[in-house]
């Protein structure tokens, strides 16, 4: 027997790894794929199903032209050619989770086909995956096991099953084999499911939110000697669904495979199971190319025929890229790349895209957002966009700051009661009378008192020590709750000593 795994830089010197992705995708249409049957989650057991999406005798299947629609808007995202005419097809098997004992799917003619994305990765090269097909299909109804270890199938001792996801729409997204990634492969991996989850979420076509199921991946991972060019035999690690999860089956899968072949054994072509709480995968089922779905046409729908002015009207609609938003905001802001990573990462483009559009410098939305408006997150342990503060509130901060009416400390102040729900910064300054005190009656009383304190301080000022000012101004601003206009204060006690600035 061989060793489990081989540690990856080991791996990565004897073998290059090939990758190929299938991505599937729920659509967030109302109803099914082809039932009027609603497409809801979390409802209660075998409530949203039809005759149709329970496969009963005589039901005739209707296409949802809103789902066509997405998958011309994903096929046209992803730079595929879009069929004019394409058939649904039958994949015959027979399982529980499918009540028609055949998933209605695409086979020979998929609605997209042959395009491209471009990831960024980490260190800011771009890698391009080439993309084969993209095709509709239908989701499988939810089957748990009862009774057994984990909800697992093995030592269960009945299973229970939901066909409320039984034929909500799907997209299958399937890569072309992915060479020359090398020891990037873990990070292309969750690039790539990070890419597709982003494009069709901004695409608005599904809600993408992986720990539902919405987007997962079926990992296919292969390591072929250094310099060989035959493909290896690839494993096909079933329904990741997290980015996390996706980045270390590979990794995971790499080191195994290594293992494998460096024992002089051969890896087998089968299906996985990838378990977080292990970190490794086990097999599923021996799984050979020729696997016999017993395709065929099916009957009961009729072709999808796709007109040009259709597509570009379609074309028409799609938003921007998000990959090109962000080239396009790096530069109009001028950040540099580690400040744009930073934002990226803390989530808060739109905001900062936001603030600016609404009067704030580049430099000043960033200040905020990453600076004081972060901190409060953190201290808070949410996200920023839960906090209640808006692109209005810190570009009405910033206008209090220039016109005199607070200063930055004051501000952040501020923006901690705009937090806590007391409403905008300047109803919090009103409020709250957190403005700064520039009244000189009830400076001058400060100053007094701060001078009378520190006579020693005021003889350097008179021998013409002038920087020792700072040292008056510490406690007048003590004493006024750091609301005291710096400068102002300043000037006061220059005044009040006659000395010159
Ligand atoms: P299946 O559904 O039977 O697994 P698909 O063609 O839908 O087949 O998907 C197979 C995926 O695996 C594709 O992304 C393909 O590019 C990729 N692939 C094919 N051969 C290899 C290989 N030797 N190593 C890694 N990936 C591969
Ligand atoms: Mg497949």
Avoid at 264 to 271: A, S
Avoid at 284 to 291: E, T, W
Wanted: glycine share 8%; with cysteine; charged share 30%.
């Amino acid at each position: 027997m061989s060793q489990d795994v081989l540690s990856f830089e080991e791996a990565l010197e004897r073998f290059d790894p090939v990758l190929g992705f299938e991505v599937h995708v729920e659509l967030n249409t109302r109803t099914k794929m082809f039932d009027a049957a609603p497409n809801v989650f979390g409802d209660e057991p075998n409530t949203n199903t039809t005759p149709v999406s329970l496969g009963l005798p005589g039901v005739l299947p209707v296409v949802n032209g809103k789902a066509v629609e997405s998958a011309i808007k994903l096929g046209l995202a992803l730079n595929c050619s879009i069929a004019e005419k394409c058939h649904f097809a039958r994949k015959n098997y027979f399982y529980p989770d499918t009540p028609k004992n055949f998933q209605t799917s695409q086979f020979d003619e998929p609605i997209a086909y042959e395009g491209y994305l471009d990831l960024e990765l980490e260190d800011g090269t771009e890698f391009r995956v080439e993309i084969e097909r993209a095709h509709m299909e239908e989701d499988a109804g939810k089957l748990t096991h009862m009774g057994g270890d984990a909800g697992r199938i093995q030592n269960a001792q009945y299973s229970l099953v939901d066909y409320n996801r039984a034929g909500v729409p799907l997209i299958e997204i399937v890569t072309k084999p992915i060479e020359g990634a090398g020891e990037r492969a873990p990070e292309l991996a969750r690039a790539y499911v990070a890419a597709i989850r982003e494009i069709v979420k901004n695409l608005g076509i599904s809600d993408a939110r992986m720990e539902r199921g919405n987007v997962r991946c079926d990992a296919n991972v292969s390591l072929m000697p250094k310099g060989a060019t035959e493909f290896g035999t690839r494993s096909e690690t079933k329904n990741v669904n997290s980015l996390r999860a996706v980045e270390r089956t590979v990794r995971y899968e790499i080191q195994r495979h290594a293992a494998v072949l460096s024992a002089g054994e051969k890896v087998t072509q089968e299906t996985r199971f990838w378990h977080e709480d292990t970190r490794s995968t086990t097999a599923g089922r021996p799984k050979s190319d020729a696997d016999d779905y017993r395709y065929f046409p099916e009957p009961d729908l009729v072709p999808v025929v796709t007109t040009a002015e259709w597509i570009e009207e379609i074309r028409a609609t799609l938003p921007e890229p998000p990959a090109e938003r962000r080239k396009r905001l790096k530069a109009d802001w001028g950040y540099s790349d580690e400040e744009f990573r930073d934002v990226v990462n803390a989530g808060v483009l739109d905001q900062i895209e936001q603030t600016i559009a609404a009067g704030a410098t580049a430099a000043v939305a960033r200040k905020w957002w990453m600076g004081e408006i972060a901190r409060l997150a953190k201290q808070r342990e949410v996200e920023i966009a839960e906090l209640p503060v808006t692109p209005a509130h810190v570009v009405e901060l910033d206008g209090l700051i220039s016109e005199g009416k607070i200063n930055d400390k004051l501000a952040k102040k501020v923006l901690g009661f705009v937090v806590e729900g007391e409403g905008t910064p300047a109803e919090v300054v009103e409020a709250r009378g957190l403005a700064v005190v520039s009244d000189d009656g009830a400076l001058s009383t400060a100053v007094d008192d701060a001078m009378a304190q520190m006579p020693d301080v005021v003889e350097k000022i008179k021998g013409g020590k002038v920087q020792a000012v700072g040292a008056l101004i510490g406690p007048v601003m003590k004493a006024t709750r750091g609301q005291a206009d710096a400068g102002r204060v300043r000037q006061i006690i220059l005044e009040k000593l006659g000395v010159q600035g």
